[in-house]
């Protein structure tokens, strides 16, 4: 009798056991099955992500080759803006004086102040506009 009472209660003990470790068994698959789909779900935004990482750079070059086609129109037709005209006149009353200085300094006694009114400083005409 005795042998039957402890033999009911080893058998109570691992029933209960089994039913535990059934129990940590299905919850570790659910906890399986949910990192399965997440996993799943980072792969389909990893894709998503490299698709829209493709688009962007396929826009980046589409926005680079227009830059410089921009930019290359820009330095064929710079001679017809109007910045140019301001450019080339800038220039040269700064060449003109630099050769009137070179005449100041190479010949001393030359008179350049004629040639300094035919050609004022680039200073001097724009504080005249204003």
Not at 12 to 25: G, I, P, T, Y
């Amino acid at each position: 009798m005795l042998l039957k009472k402890v033999a009911a209660e080893a058998l109570e003990a691992a029933n209960v056991e089994k039913r535990r470790l059934q129990e940590e068994a299905k919850s570790r698959d659910e906890e399986i099955s949910s990192l399965r789909r997440e996993l799943a779900n980072a792969a389909k935004g990893k894709k998503v992500a490299e698709d829209g990482k493709e688009e962007v750079e396929a826009r980046l070059k589409e926005v680079e080759a227009k830059l410089a086609n921009a930019e290359a129109d820009f330095v064929a037709n710079f001679h017809n803006t109007e910045a140019y005209s301001n450019f080339s006149d800038y220039f040269a009353r700064v060449g003109q004086q630099e050769v009137l200085t070179a005449l100041r300094t190479d010949h001393p006694d030359f008179d350049v102040k004629i040639l300094e009114t035919r050609f004022p400083p680039p200073d001097a005409e724009g504080e005249e506009d204003n």
